[in-house]
């Protein structure tokens, strides 16, 4: 009976269509080594829209973790679709192993794929990777590209690199940025760092003045050695 639902399921996706899509779904819920097996033959289909599915299936299989060889030579395909369907899954899975693939994504011509690269990035994060965000956040030509790579940053700050973030955040022109500044400060900082938020008492963003007013008056229980 499994193996009949298999073949019928992978006659659906023959061409593409809602039936396609739909059975492409199915795969990666069954989460079956046989289900996996199918949507590896899928990958190399003629037809872009069917790799990029089968992609996007793989990416929600439970065992989608075996695909990394084949994510590594679609991140190379023809299709700038399928490339950010391989990055996407990537991203994912947590493949830390594909990171290097990954971030060379992030000097792609094409701005769609860099943003696509960031965001997996962000996703797989590891230190090693905060250079490369942190360059792409500030010299990007893309808004787009910019702000995920500002998101990738915010999710993955830590000790180490927050002091960093905070003197680009603090005097930003986007108001998101200031307040994010402020967030690291009352995560990571000592009543000395909390001292500099001063600044934006007088902010034009009411937003901002608002979170620095309440951070300003925060228990002075922070440590002294953030």
């Keep these: 009976m499994k193996n009949q639902l298999l073949e019928d399921l992978k006659k659906k996706t023959e061409q593409p269509g809602p039936q396609a899509w739909e059975a492409f779904k199915q795969f990666s819920t069954l989460g079956t080594e046989e289900s996996l097996s199918m949507l590896f033959e899928k990958v190399s289909n003629h037809d872009w829209t ?119 955040w603090i005097s930003a022109v986007m108001p998101r940025y200031r307040l994010w500044a402020i967030e690291l400060v009352l995560r990571f900082g000592n009543e000395s760092d909390m001292s500099t938020l001063s600044s934006l008492t007088s902010d034009p963003n009411g937003h901002v003045r608002k979170a620095v007013e309440n951070a300003l008056v925060f228990p002075k229980n922070k440590t002294k050695d953030g």
Excluded at 84 to 89: E, G, I, M, Q, W
Excluded at 91 to 105: F, Y
């Design 50 to 168: 069917i790799r990029q599915a089968a992609l996007n299936a793989i990416a929600e299989h439970k065992l989608g973790y075996k695909a990394e060889p084949i994510l590594r030579k679609l991140m190379k395909d023809g299709s700038e679709y399928v490339v950010r369907a391989a990055l996407a899954a990537a991203g994912k899975l947590r493949l830390t192993s594909l990171n290097e693939d990954v971030a060379a994504h992030l000097k792609d011509r094409n701005c769609s794929n860099r943003e696509a690269a960031v965001r997996a990035i962000g996703q797989m994060w590891t230190s090693v990777n905060f250079d490369l965000v942190y360059a792409l956040f500030l010299k990007d030509g893309d808004e787009a590209v910019q702000k995920e790579a500002a998101w990738s940053l915010y999710l993955n700050v830590d000790k180490d690199n927050w002091r960093t973030l905070y003197k680009s």
